[in-house]
């Protein structure tokens, strides 16, 4: 006997569902993924220098990898040499988000290494020369980065400009005409080593890490012409300890440190004829420098 | 009284809506509510902790009547938009963890507003480009843009602003100019390529952030992180740009006097909200579902950052998780504990919860081995009368030649007896984890003790017991145990000095526990310094002071010491950077023939690559290098456990 409508009945009273087409979203392009994959083979593998040979002559390789714009990341993987080069320019926006999702690589053993640092760096580079300034990375929330934002080197006439902002620990090395301001949260962990020309305005944040502007290694140069500016007391203690330890033959100072009032004004700190007995610059201070809080 | 009959259309519409996202496993009904002013939000929203979606018969009103739209256009948009937020997007709480940790470093105050905003574009982004099945939502939008666009102030809202000293015309000139719905419109309009009445002033603010947001694309996974960055950008932009035209809206809105259940702050709220205002929140998900979105979270990131956004979770949801607690057998050991001098065992209880989680996210599989265990069978022992009622086959037919008769046929009485037998069971574990120098700190999210974690987790729920040693050069052991609270808190305790396993302590301890077992199993945990090494070997005699020094002190095997190395899998977690690898791995080879061995290498392929060389009998080696490596973990296949050669062909025919 014959139950239901069978096989045909199914059939009949089926309405098969619409088909949609795969949704695409107009005009955006997927820059950021190429870039990540790029970022992510400097992370998994070296440069040929990474590991052999010393700081000086792996600047040797960073400074132009930063600064000229075709320059390629060498790379020895198993399957051969590889050259990885990033023409990529992006706007200040988009590289403080692309610098944001840096993070998922955050676990990542070489994650703090220099190459995130550099890669950001090189991007700000690219981005400085297609006519972009003014940049902003947002620390907080990031694990530290080491040289982020060195290498970087702008012009007299156009100061790259960098603010660097939120909750963060950060060091730079080796800028020229750069105009910095840190946050009032950021640490500074204060390598500004080899640096020219620049204007670090610090806030009022504590550097944590003294500043240094005396190199390692003598073959490079001290950090030259550079003012450094604060509102924090503490962080005025400490950078005046340091920031006039580079002299040129004459042994006068060779960078200038400001103390920023609450109303904004600038007091520069001269060491006058004290500058050559460091102990007693705290006696020539007191004069001078009266702390805002 | 409203002009449409919603329950007959919704009655009508709902079937087909599931049907177009596959039938999801929840309720196919909607609640229809004459208003919802007193619930989350007064249009309609997504229910996570019933699974049900709640709308506005009002909103529905206004969407057809003013928004000029068919009843079933409208209903079937706002419930496609509803049921999106529960299958495409946010779908999972984790991901309104992680984004939500993420908005609140990036964009501050804006934070929540971003949020939003991103939950309900990329909601609506998957739908409105659909051609077929997005028509509803489309209309929707386009329905929502006329109500925008016909928005007038009520006197009430126009005196207030007067009070206020705010232009009424400037209040409506800025929210018309600096409205990032109207920017999502404007941006589903060229998408879904279908005209939703939204026209952006060629040139303007709004025109500009239009370009930035058609040149990101919101469908590449991959890329979802630094997408959500750059909207959150152009959303927080406009947010920012906006409280600077209107000052002192914002701060009534924000700080005003009346509170946020005041009269004021409900009026001018309109202002700042989104017009939809249904992004799910996390305090709209229910406890068992933040805990799943948890473990997702601790799953996909490291230590530290799953600790950001837990502390996020806990300020949004105001529930603590993750407790902190003591170990159950009341130990009272503090923060510090060992020898007088030198290094020093850190107890770090409060990284239990992070590990029991996150161990508690992986699975091992344990495979059985025969062991002699005692076993409780029922004998027969006396007999009684058979009475109605008692089992069956407790009857002694034998008793009245295969007749019951009640009162005469009789019924075996059974005991309980103990015996030995083997069989296949889980063995106990015992853990000896290296906490030298050389290993990670367990703050920072150590492999070792997650990879010790992940099988204590395993042995605990495979019925076993599990102990525990704590070495670096001084160790620490807690002989097997039930109380895994106490073999956490062990597990997460750190020494950092230099790398020796006490291989004779080890025996020690395996002889003192098959001597007393009971005891043993009592004890609180046992501390085993260098020192004490040196003041044994004194108090022994000259020839076995000799032997115990050279450390080839024999074991005599009695039968309870062969049970209990028999019961016991012997479990190494270390580096490899071993100042005794020779007397340890002569351990091991001693202990093969009995116990099950596994070794694991953390944070050292060549290490790995040099104990796996070794080819120690009835020993596997693992690497855990990443948490990765503990994916799909199986202990005890080892062929070496029943070496071919002295395995029956069949165990039938034996």
Redesign the interface.
């Known amino acids: 006997m014959k139950k239901g409508t069978g096989i045909n009945g199914l059939v009949r009273e089926y309405v098969p569902?619409?088909v949609?087409?795969n949704?695409?979203?107009?005009?955006?392009?997927?820059k950021?993924?190429e870039l990540?994959r790029k970022y992510e083979k400097m992370l998994n593998f070296f440069p040929e220098f990474f590991g052999i040979k010393m700081m000086d002559e792996e600047a040797e390789f960073e400074q132009p990898f930063v600064q000229q714009i075709d320059y390629p990341y060498s790379m020895d993987l198993p399957s051969g040499k590889e050259q990885l080069t990033f023409l990529e320019v992006l706007t200040p926006?988009?590289i403080?988000?692309?610098f944001?999702?840096m993070?998922?690589y955050?676990?990542h053993e070489n994650y703090y290494g220099k190459r995130s640092g550099l890669l950001v760096s090189k991007l700000i580079q690219n981005s400085y020369y297609a006519g972009y300034n003014n940049f902003s990375l947002?620390l907080?929330?990031v694990?530290p980065v080491s040289c982020l934002s060195s290498y970087l080197i702008g012009r007299e006439d156009d100061p790259l400009r960098i603010n660097l902002l939120?909750d963060g620990t950060f060091n730079i090395l080796s800028v020229e005409d750069m105009l910095l301001s840190l946050s009032e949260r950021t640490t500074f962990s204060g390598l500004t080593y080899h640096s020219k020309n620049c204007i670090f305005h610090l806030g009022s944040l504590v550097v944590e890490a003294e500043v240094h502007v005396k190199p390692i290694s003598p073959v490079n140069t001290s950090t030259e012409n550079c003012a450094y500016i604060t509102s924090n007391s503490e962080t005025f203690q400490s950078l005046k300890k340091n920031v006039f330890l580079a002299r040129n033959q004459a042994d006068e100072p060779l960078n200038y440190l400001y103390f920023q009032q609450s109303d904004g004004t600038l007091i520069p700190f001269k060491l006058g004829d004290y500058y050559k007995d460091p102990l007693n610059v705290d006696n020539y201070c007191k004069d001078r420098y009266k702390p805002t809080k | 009284m409203t002009t449409f009959n919603w329950e007959e259309i919704a009655q009508k519409e709902t079937p087909q809506i599931f049907k177009d996202f596959y039938s999801p496993l929840i309720p196919a009904e909607v609640t229809l509510e004459e208003n919802l002013e007193d619930a989350k939000c007064d249009t309609a929203f997504f229910d996570f902790h019933t699974n049900r979606t709640s709308i506005s018969k009002k909103f529905l009103e206004r969407l057809c009547l003013e928004g000029r739209l068919e009843p079933e256009i409208a209903f079937g948009g706002i419930l496609k938009h509803e049921v999106g937020h529960y299958s495409y997007y946010p779908r999972e709480c984790s991901t309104l963890m992680f984004f939500g940790h993420l908005a609140e470093s990036n964009f501050k105050e804006y934070a929540d507003g971003v949020l939003a905003y991103w939950c309900d574009l990329m909601n609506n982004l998957t739908q409105v480009l659909m051609k077929h099945k997005g028509k509803d939502v489309r209309a929707v939008y386009r329905g929502l843009a006329r109500l925008m666009e016909q928005d007038k102030l009520s006197a009430v809202e126009q005196a207030v602003f007067k009070l206020l000293k705010i232009a009424p015309e400037e209040v409506q000139r800025t929210m018309r100019d600096y409205s990032v719905d109207k920017l999502l419109i404007a941006y589903y309009q060229r998408q879904g390529n279908e005209d939703l009445g939204v026209r952006l002033e060629k040139d303007g603010y709004l025109a500009q952030k239009f370009k930035e947001m058609m040149s990101i694309n919101y469908l590449t996974k991959e890329d979802e992180i630094v997408n959500f960055i750059q909207f959150g950008n152009i959303v927080a932009d406009i947010l920012k740009q906006r409280d600077a035209k209107l000052p002192k809206l914002k701060i009534k809105v924000r700080y005003g006097g009346s509170g946020e259940d005041g009269e004021l702050w409900k009026i001018l709220r309109r202002f700042i909200k989104p017009i939809f205002e249904d992004a799910p929140e996390l305090k709209d998900f229910p406890k068992d579902k933040l805990e799943e979105g948890l473990n997702d979270i601790i799953r996909k990131w490291g230590k530290s950052r799953y600790e950001r956004i837990k502390d996020y979770v806990e300020r949004k949801t105001g529930k603590e998780f993750d407790k902190p607690r003591g170990t159950s057998r009341g130990q009272s050991h503090s923060q510090q504990a060992g020898t007088e001098e030198g290094i020093q065992l850190q107890f770090h209880d409060g990284q239990i919860p992070y590990y029991e989680r996150l161990a508690g996210t992986y699975g091992v599989s344990i495979f059985k081995k025969p062991l002699m265990v005692d076993v409780t069978d029922n004998y027969p022992e006396g007999k009684k009368e058979f009475t109605i009622g008692d089992p069956i086959r407790t009857l002694d037919p034998f008793s009245t030649g295969g007749i019951i008769l009640p009162g005469i046929t009789k019924r075996h009485q059974l005991k309980a007896g103990k015996r030995k037998d083997r069989l296949y069971k889980v063995p106990d574990a015992w853990l000896r984890l290296d906490t030298s120098g050389s290993m990670k700190h367990p703050t920072k999210g150590s492999l070792a003790v997650l990879c010790s974690s992940i099988l204590a987790n395993g042995y605990w729920h495979n019925g076993a017991s599990i102990g525990v040693d704590n070495f670096s050069v001084d160790m620490a052991t807690l002989f097997p145990t039930r109380d895994l609270n106490a073999v956490y808190s062990l597990l997460c305790a750190y020494w950092g000095g230099g790398t020796w396993l006490n291989i004779n302590k080890i025996k020690k301890h395996l002889q003192k526990l098959a001597a007393t077992p009971e005891d043993a199993r009592q004890l609180d945990i046992i501390y085993t310094t260098e020192d004490d090494y040196k003041k044994y070997a004194a108090s022994l005699p000259p020839e076995e002071q000799k032997e115990f020094m050279e450390k080839n002190l024999e074991v005599k095997m009695t039968r309870q010491l062969k049970e209990t190395y028999d019961k016991i899998d012997n479990i190494l977690i270390t580096d490899g950077w071993l100042a005794n690898p020779e007397e340890v791995i002569d351990h091991f080879n001693s202990v093969a023939q009995l116990t099950r061995n596994f070794v694991f290498i953390t944070g050292s392929p060549k290490n790995y690559e040099r104990w796996k060389k070794l080819n120690l009998p009835n020993t596997e080696v693992y690497p855990a290098d990443k948490k990765e490596d503990f994916i799909g973990l199986t202990l005890g296949i080892i062929d070496s456990l029943a070496p071919p050669d002295n395995k029956p062909v069949s165990l039938f025919y034996q």
Do not use: H, I, W
């Open positions: 569902e619409r949609e087409e949704p695409v979203v107009e005009g955006a392009s997927d950021f993924s990540y926006l988009e403080n988000a692309f944001q999702g993070f998922r955050e676990e947002q907080d929330g694990k939120g």
